[in-house]
T-cell receptor
Framework: KAGVTQTPRYLIKTRGQQVTLSCSPI?????VSWYQQTPGQGLQFLFE???????NKGNFPGRFSGRQFSNSRSEMNVSTLELGDSALYLC????????????FGPGTRLTVT | TQLLEQSPQFLSIQEGENLTVYCNSS?????LQWYRQEPGEGPVLLVT?????EVKKLKRLTFQFGDARKDSSLHITAAQPGDTGLYLC????????????FGEGTQLTVNP
């Protein structure tokens, strides 16, 4: 099976712009979660989508949003980018049942200048 | 808020040495996972433990889940340079769904 894929791998944006990141989960996985990883805060949970519905949400401002499509692919959007949004954004998928094993993609490195 | 404390934060050892990384919390987790992450890549799942007192072995790596499901340890025997990486523990709460709480990570460097 192919693993979790994320596009793009690298992105440079300017403050105030918006950005959309894409994630394709492992085939058959219906749950997609997004995490932000920074040197200071480590990995922090953004939100989880299951069957096109947001099932769980972390403590991030409303500028961070996401959605999931019927084929389980997911996108996350960040509007009005701030310098502090520079981070590695990771997508993880799981089947949706059983132990909460999550499989991560390679991440999108976002740099805000 | 569930927190996971990992120690040590940094570890630099010589090839062939043994080491243990600890992951502690005051909260109970329904399952706990260990990941290894290389620079610029996503975390790779090593193991999931779900039962208190559970011990799992993966070649030279031994993982243990505490009896009360609040803590875990990762022991590496005869470390090799290929073991170098960031080791992360992550817990799933009993009511938090698949929302994982991550420890800060242990940066392991194994010198040849």
């Amino acid at each position: 099976k192919a693993g979790v894929t994320q596009t793009p791998r690298y992105l440079i944006k300017t403050r105030g712009q918006q950005v959309t990141l894409s994630c394709s989960p492992i085939s058959g996985h219906r749950s997609v979660s997004w995490y932000q990883q920074t040197p200071g805060q480590g990995l922090q949970f953004l939100f989880e989508y299951f069957s096109e519905t947001q099932r769980n949400k972390g403590n991030f401002p409303g500028r961070f949003s996401g959605r999931q499509f019927s084929n389980s692919r997911s996108e996350m959007n960040v509007s009005t980018l701030e310098l502090g949004d520079s981070a590695l954004y990771l997508c993880a998928s799981r089947s949706g049942t059983g132990p909460y094993e999550q499989y991560f993609g390679p991440g999108t490195r976002l740099t805000v200048t | 808020t569930q927190l996971l404390e990992q120690s040590p934060q940094f570890l630099s050892i010589q090839e062939g040495e043994n080491l243990t990384v600890y992951c502690n919390s005051s909260s109970v987790f329904s399952s706990l996972q260990w990941y290894r992450q290389e620079p610029g890549e996503g975390p790779v799942l090593l193991v999931t433990v779900v039962t208190g007192g559970e011990v799992k072995k993966l070649k030279r790596l031994t993982f243990q889940f505490g009896d009360a499901r609040k803590d875990s340890s990762l022991h590496i025997t005869a470390a090799q340079p290929g073991d170098t990486g960031l080791y992360l523990c992550a817990g799933a709460g009993e009511t938090s769904g698949s929302r994982l709480t991550f420890g800060e990570g242990t940066q392991l460097t194994v010198n040849p």
